[in-house]
């Protein structure tokens, strides 16, 4: 059973706190095992049902009878642990119960969060005949506007391209807004969202509720104050930083120069199954899917730099299965819930350790296995212990056989050479884009990224 | 249960709000609240007199916004939600019902003058609450303000004692309901009565949505004070251009602006005279042209023009900017120009996306400039815009937002004469859900206008399909046609004038003549010398032909329609006329046969030598029933008979 304590530090915002750790509720017979018993109405338990949610896992169980009492909700809940549904079915519950054209909000950090949002909210939400927008950058502001025009009941959207609504056009306002989500929270209340979530605020009412999820939460109150929140329940369902009992998280240790012969030689190893590389930057994302390529792995990029259509192109590959390595920046590691990822692969040791608990938590998603690899050279040494401490465990080695890795050098050095010459021309590219880019109309850009084409 | 899109609807808000706001509301939509007891009711009409009295100044309050009763209302600003799905779905799938109404007598006896046909979607039943009735105008729901300009205005046309004219009658119904019209039976002689009737209708129009748009502006500042949205207002498109008038020449369009002028009742109009001088010429045309080429091409004839209107309470604005304008006045060349090319990178014709009444009139007319234009233009209508061009989105109308607004917008098409691309934009451009009707004349025949005992032969060749059509005339002229014509020709002194209606068809009988020239010459049998004119060529060259032909210095003369159409010669000197296809304009067939009659006159022919050849298809029963008449047509295209001739 859930523990409730108040926690005495946390007065300024009165946090209440329901606890509950993984093994506890699985104990406690008591457990409600159907959506109907948390007081979830009956066409909502329907469309669970379609979609196959056998039971509510621990924190739809938490988190849905107290949004549902009306009350501000804080989620904490693993990866992969349906963190979406816990707050759509309440929300859907609400809008049921007092349909109103733009009921809700949800923010998302990235664009291909915003879209799996929405598509879960769609999918819960097509018995009542919901109607749901997308706002997100990268795509054109004329369609957002007359899908907003049409008053849809949830708007599912990126913080900055909220905003650029708000301002510019006409007829759009949130002054009737009765719930807003903030998804991977501690994302958005951070320094790079913190000023464009103040001023989106700004257009929202005081009297709404706030829910913010996510799998890593800030524990600065003065952050938690920017959503401002009215005496919020804090619902965990696993301490702070933890990671997935099913995943299983190893590290290799080896010098810098030999980076990419290891990858590629892990790529090899596990050719056939579905992983995510994560790199640092966007520059490193498409060397490496190039040099992969090269070496003849269907490898697709994804990063902040591609054109918002080329972004869902190359994820879209990705989750059918048309490409089975996905390279990418961080801007894949929240949220995106792809099933059948078998691995994540750390290429460049994340400088976040909360970002290397969302990187690992692509995989090994509601029960399922999945393994993580995290690549360390002697300068990432410093950032991996930190991570370790955070864990609070130390990883195994991967065993490997580093003769084996070493006769792939010669092949990768070529690889590499080669796509130091493709990378220079994507550039060239790029540039001229850009200046035609500034020429031409905005938002009119003709997509020339080819990085997603399929080879002949 | 499905959430509906207006969940806050105007009942529910007032419902809510039991104050004096909601009251203001209710008084203004009388049949959208509840029933309320009798005080309750005697309060709200003090309310709402209140209301019309604060912005009295911009709006007429004489018709509820609501009123279904009101086709503006019923088809544009309320439509039911349901049933508009249901039709466009309809219409979409191109599912229509076709009745054909059996031409009722005139109201003297007479047999009708046209047959009509009538489409709508689905296999619904026709709705006929909406049909506007022609007895008055009250009835049709006209502004208050329109009325007497338009009694004074219409004073000469309206016939036995009432307001509208016999035709003006018959126009009514459908133009004011708001359905598609293709009107056949146009003549110079009804043009004015026509006008002025699809003038009343896009004033209307314009200023029940302007009306609309003022009241429900005052409605909203009234509530923003009260700090209160929620009130759906959904009164406009996207942009201010709702109205598309499609003319040939900028006389014309001087002519409807004057019209308009008349009928809006405005009394002062800016930039009056720049569009005097830019759209008016006193200049006229010699009185040896037939009066329908006098009427077309007077004054300015400058096809390339568009110019935007728009109306303030008591002023017309003429030349404002398209975005800032209700109504649009253009040629095809005009607004092609606006529209621009695809490559165009500052291409803007979002101008275009809300247009809900189009009005193309003289569109025979239109036929003989660059059809492809109306087509590019048709193509670019009710589109959703790149640009938000500032609009407000939360009052545009829900079939905007959906990118419906092709299956409301109404076409209304006047002609003289309906041409197969005429027919195409019937059937593939005009979607109104509302329905569309068709006018087609009966005619008697252009043959039995020409007074004159003549033989005229009609030869019917067969051809499976319109696409094969050009080869087959092609064949069947080379093969069967022109060998007995090079006979008769070279027999006489006189010569033959062969008309060819389409430039492309003329290209290639001008080459294969030439061919078959030069061939004659190498085996130096006797060739025939023939000369051929066409719209391009310059005066120069058309004078030196017609010389030739006359003197007999050229045995034959290829002439095309529109070289007709724009000209209006007199070719003298023929002989046998030789028509490769029938002119669409079936005054062309009468005027190109008294040829014949003046050689006759002139004594250049033997009056029993003289003699008129067609060849047709059955895909030119269009043009064949023009001329032969339509109890004729039927016969000559379906039977089997092949050679058809009138004396």
New interface residues.
């Given amino acids: 059973m859930a523990k409730q304590k108040v926690k005495d530090e946390d007065r300024d915002s009165k946090l209440e706190e329901v606890e509950l750790t993984e093994g506890d509720g699985e104990l406690e017979p008591k457990e409600i095992e159907t959506f109907e018993g948390l007081g979830v109405i009956a066409p909502i338990c329907e469309a669970c049902k379609n979609l196959k949610f056998k039971k509510p896992t621990p924190i739809q169980q938490q988190a849905i009878p107290v949004a549902l009492e009306g009350r501000d909700v804080i989620g904490l809940a693993q990866t992969g642990s349906g963190k979406t549904a816990a707050f759509a079915i309440p929300i859907l519950q609400a809008l049921w119960e007092r349909p109103q054209p733009l009921f809700a909000c949800v923010l998302a950090p990235t664009r291909e969060l915003a879209y799996q949002i929405s598509e879960q909210f769609e999918a819960l939400g097509s018995v009542i005949g919901l109607r749901c927008a997308v706002i997100v950058g990268g795509m054109d502001m004329m369609s957002q506007a007359v899908a907003l025009g049409k008053k849809p009941h949830v708007i599912v959207a990126t913080p900055g391209r909220l905003m650029d609504h708000l301002e510019h056009t006409k007829g759009f306002s949130l002054r009737g807004l009765k719930y807003l989500v903030m998804d991977e929270a501690d994302r958005l209340l951070d320094m790079d969202f913190g000023p464009i979530i103040d001023s989106l605020l700004l257009h929202i009412p005081r009297e709404r509720r706030t829910l913010l999820f996510s799998a890593t939460m800030t524990s600065k109150v003065e952050k938690l104050q920017r959503a401002s929140l009215a005496n919020p329940v804090r619902v965990a369902v696993s301490t702070k930083y933890e990671t997935v009992k099913t995943l299983l998280q190893s590290y290799l240790f080896f010098p810098f120069k030999h980076k990419d012969t290891y990858l590629v030689y892990l790529v090899n190893e596990m050719a056939g199954q579905s992983m995510i590389i994560f790199a640092r930057t966007c520059n490193d994302t498409e060397r490496v899917a190039i040099i992969l390529r090269n070496l003849g792995f269907a490898a697709v990029p994804l990063h902040g730099q591609m054109s918002q259509s080329s972004r869902l192109g190359a994820l879209n590959k990705f989750k059918a299965g048309a490409r089975s390595i996905l390279v990418a920046t961080d801007v894949a590691a929240r949220g995106l819930d792809i099933p059948t990822v078998d691995c994540v692969l750390n290429y460049d040791i994340p400088t976040d350790s909360k970002a290397y608990i969302h990187r690992v938590g692509r995989t090994a998603r509601a029960g399922r296995a999945g393994k993580s690899l995290s690549l360390v050279t002697q300068y990432d040494l410093e950032m991996y212990l930190r991570i370790e401490g955070v864990l609070g465990k130390k990883l195994d080695e991967y065993p490997i056989d580093k003769e084996a890795v070493m006769l792939l050098s010669e092949r990768v050095g070529e690889a590499q050479r080669e796509a130091v010459n493709e990378m220079k021309e994507l550039h060239a590219k790029r540039r001229n884009r850009k200046t035609e880019g500034i020429s031409g109309a905005r938002g009119k850009r003709k997509r020339t990224d080819d990085m997603d084409k399929e080879e002949s | ?5 207006t ?2 609807t105007k009942k529910e808000f007032a419902a809510q709000k039991g104050n004096s706001v909601s009251q203001s509301v209710k008084g203004e939509t009388p049949e959208l609240s509840r029933p309320v007891d009798d005080s309750g009711r005697l309060e709200i009409k003090s309310e709402s007199e209140e209301d019309t009295s604060e912005f009295e100044h911009e709006v007429d309050e004489d018709e509820e916004e609501s009123d279904s009763s009101n086709p503006f209302v019923y088809h544009f600003a309320n439509p039911n939600e349901v049933l508009l799905k249901s039709m466009v779905n309809h219409a979409q799938s191109k599912e229509w019902t076709t009745e054909k109404l059996k031409s009722t007598a005139n109201a003297n006896g007479k047999p009708s003058k046209y047959s009509m046909s009538v489409q709508r979607p689905g296999s619904l039943p026709f709705h006929e609450e909406i049909k506007t009735s022609a007895a008055n105008l009250n009835d049709l729901k006209i502004k208050k303000r329109l009325i007497s300009p338009f009694l004074d205005v219409n004073k000469k046309h309206g016939s036995d004692g009432g307001i509208f004219s016999n035709l003006q009658k018959s126009l009514i119904p459908p133009i004011f309901s708001n359905e598609d019209l293709l009107f056949a039976p146009r003549s110079i002689s009804n043009a004015q009565e026509i006008q002025n009737i699809y003038s009343l209708h896009a004033l209307n129009h314009i200023f029940q949505t302007r009306d609309t748009v003022l009241k429900n502006n005052a409605r909203l500042s009234k509530l923003r004070r009260s700090d209160e ?2 009130l ?1 207002l959904r009164d406009q498109g996207f942009t201010r251009p709702k109205v598309l008038v499609v003319l040939p020449t900028r006389n014309a369009c001087h002519q409807f602006v004057e019209t308009l002028i008349r009928l809006s009742g405005t009394s002062q109009q800016e930039n009056l005279k720049r569009f005097k001088t830019t759209y008016y010429s006193n200049a006229t045309l010699p009185k040896t042209k037939p009066e329908d080429f006098r009427q077309l091409f007077a004054g300015n004839n400058d096809d390339n023009f568009r110019i935007g209107l728009k109306f303030t309470r008591k002023t017309l604005k003429l030349f404002t900017e398209f975005y800032n304008s209700d109504l649009i006045v253009a040629s095809p060349l005009g607004l092609r120009l606006a529209i621009g090319d695809k490559t165009d ?2 291409r803007d014709v979002d101008f275009l996306s809300s247009i809900e009444i189009v009005i193309v009139d003289q569109t025979s007319a239109i036929t003989m400039q660059n059809w492809d234009h109306m087509i590019q233009i048709f193509n670019h209508l009710n589109l ?5 061009h ?7 109308r ?1 079939w905007y ?2 990118g419906e607004s092709k299956y409301l917008r109404q076409t209304l098409v006047f002609t003289e004469f309906i041409t197969p691309e005429i027919n195409a934009l019937f059937s593939h451009q005009m979607h109104n859900i509302g329905g569309k009707v068709k006018f087609h004349p009966v005619y008697s025949g252009a043959l039995t206008d020409i007074g004159t005992k003549l033989d005229h032969v009609f030869t019917k060749f067969f051809s499976s399909s319109p696409q094969e059509d050009p080869e087959k005339r092609f064949k069947y002229f080379t093969t069967k046609a022109l060998p007995s014509l090079m006979r008769t020709t070279s027999a006489s002194s006189s010569g033959t004038l062969i008309f060819i209606p389409s430039y492309v068809d003329y290209v290639r009988i001008r080459n294969y003549l030439e061919q078959e020239h030069q061939i004659n010459k190498k085996l130096g049998a006797s060739g025939f010398s023939f000369s051929a004119i066409n719209e391009y060529s310059s005066v120069s060259d058309v004078t030196r032909a017609r010389a030739l032909f006359k003197d007999g210095q050229s045995k034959v003369l290829l002439y095309t329609e529109r070289l007709h159409h724009f000209r209006r010669y007199e070719i003298k000197g023929a002989e046998t006329i030789f028509m490769y296809a029938l002119p669409d304009n079936p005054s062309f067939y009468l005027e190109i046969v008294r040829f014949l009659l003046r050689s006759v006159s002139d004594g250049r022919a033997d009056k029993g030598a003289i003699s008129v050849k067609s060849i047709f298809s059955k895909w030119d029963a269009l043009k064949l029933e023009r001329i032969v008449g339509t109890s004729r047509v039927a016969k000559m295209c379906a039977g089997s008979g092949e050679v058809f001739e009138f004396s």
């Fill in positions: 249960m499905i959430l509906s899109r969940t806050m949205n929620f759906e990178k500052k959703i815009p790149k640009d938000s500032g609009c407000d989105f939360s009052r545009i829900n937002l959906d």
